[in-house]
C-alpha cells in the first residue's frame, strides 16, 4: 500500500521569500510518479509540477522546484519567491504505478504567504 | 491546460433527493476518476473509469454510482441524499502516457439538509 505523509499542517511564509513543504512517502513499488498540486480557497486543484521515480534531475516549473531524495523517500515541494498569490492548500501525491493509476493524496499543508 | 468541467458548482438539497453530479472533458481522456474531500481533508478515490463502459469503486465506500457512456462524460449519481454525503466531489482525467497527469474540475460543493 502507498501512503504520503505531510507533517506540516500549516506554514507562514514572507512575501519574496522561499518555503519548502515536506512531502515523505513509503511504496513498495520500483515505479511511482510523484505530484504536487494546489488548492486555493476556490476549491479546484491545480497541477504544479511532476517527478517520476527513474527521473534523474529534480523536476522544475518556473517558481517551483521539487527536492526528490530518492534514498530518503521525499518529494520537497520548493516555492521561490513566495507571492500573496500562492496562499492555499497544496497537496502532495504519488500515482499508483499499476492497475488504477489512481493519486494517493496527503494531508495537505496550508500556506499563508504574509506582506 | 486542461478542459475538464463539473456542474453545478454548488448544490443544496434535501435528504432522499436524487442527484447528479455532471462532469466533462474535451481533451480525449481514457481515464476519469472521483475523488471526495471533506474540507481541508485529503482528496479520497470513490470512482474510477479506464474508458468506455469501464466503470470500478475506488478506495472510499461510496453510495454513489457512475456510468462511462462517452470518452468525454462520467456523471456520478445519488439516488438518495443524506447528510453524510456532504462534501466536495471531484473529478479528473487522465491520458494513458508516461506521466498521466490528472487534471481536476473545479469541482461541486454538495451540501445535504
Known amino acids: 500500500a502507498q501512503k504520503i505523509t505531510q507533517t506540516q499542517p500549516g506554514m507562514f511564509v514572507q512575501e519574496k521569500e522561499a518555503v519548502t513543504l515536506d512531502c515523505t512517502y513509503d511504496t513498495s513499488d520500483p515505479s511511482y510518479g510523484l505530484f504536487w498540486y494546489k488548492q486555493p480557497s476556490s476549491g479546484e486543484m491545480i497541477f504544479l509540477i511532476y517527478q517520476g521515480s527513474y527521473d534523474q534531475q529534480n523536476a522544475t516549473e518556473g517558481r517551483y522546484s521539487l527536492n526528490f531524495q530518492k534514498a530518503r523517500k521525499s518529494a520537497n515541494l520548493v516555492i521561490s519567491a513566495s507571492q500573496l498569490g500562492d496562499s492555499a492548500m497544496y497537496f502532495c501525491?504519488?500515482?499508483?504505478?499499476?492497475?488504477?493509476?489512481?493519486?494517493?493524496f496527503g494531508s495537505g499543508t496550508r500556506l499563508q504567504v504574509q506582506p | 491546460e486542461a478542459d475538464i468541467y463539473q456542474t453545478p458548482r454548488y448544490l443544496v438539497i434535501g435528504t432522499g433527493k436524487k442527484i447528479t453530479l455532471e462532469c466533462s472533458q474535451t481533451m480525449g481522456h481514457d481515464k476519469m476518476y472521483w475523488y471526495q474531500q471533506d474540507p481541508g481533508m485529503e482528496l479520497h478515490l470513490i470512482h474510477y473509469s479506464y474508458g468506455v463502459n469501464s466503470t470500478e469503486k475506488g478506495d472510499l465506500s461510496s453510495e454513489s454510482t457512475v456510468s462511462r457512456i462517452r470518452t468525454e462524460h462520467f456523471p456520478l449519481t445519488l439516488e438518495s441524499a443524506r447528510p453524510s454525503h456532504t462534501s466536495q466531489y471531484l473529478c479528473?482525467?487522465?491520458?494513458?502516457?508516461?506521466?498521466?497527469?490528472?487534471?481536476f474540475g473545479p469541482g461541486t460543493r454538495l451540501l445535504v439538509l
Open positions: 501525491a504519488m500515482r499508483e504505478s499499476t492497475g488504477r493509476r489512481a493519486l494517493t
Open positions: 479528473a482525467s487522465s491520458e494513458s502516457a508516461y506521466q498521466e497527469t490528472q487534471y
